[in-house]
């Protein structure tokens, strides 16, 4: 069975960082577009940060642009995130996907396979 394995969530307290890493079972999707969602308590999911098959193209919510950065490791099958100067609001379980084609997708209808999630708390 095909996995996504997301690792590095924690409690910090605002303004630190922290890096997720996600890694696939399996190197079938190895070029899949890959990307990052976050769910809140409460909140219906969003979208985090997205990259395409080759990692030249990447996209990133306006709510952590110029925080956040999505980058991949086609060669280790994983695809990272960069979390710096978290804020209190960026609470809540991160989510790493995979999805067909070619591009950074930024809806989550599009991507096929999920992981079970890591949970990110930033304190005030």
């Known amino acids: 069975q095909v996995q996504l394995v997301e690792s590095g969530g924690g409690l910090v307290q605002a303004g630190a960082s922290l890096r997720l890493s996600c890694a696939a079972s399996e190197r079938t999707f190895i070029y899949w577009p890959k990307g990052w969602f976050r769910q809140a308590p409460g909140k219906e999911r969003e979208f985090v940060a997205s990259i395409n098959w080759n990692g030249k193209e990447t996209r990133t919510s306006d709510s952590v642009k110029g925080r956040f950065t999505i980058s991949r490791d086609n060669a280790d099958n994983t695809v990272t995130l960069q979390m710096n100067s978290l804020k209190p609001e960026d609470t809540g379980v991160y989510y790493c996907?995979?999805?067909?084609?070619?591009?950074?997708?930024?809806?989550?209808?599009?991507?096929?396979?999920w992981g079970q999630g890591t949970q990110v708390t930033v304190s005030s």
């Open positions: 996907a995979a999805g067909r084609g070619r591009t950074a997708w930024t809806e989550g209808s599009y991507y096929e396979l």
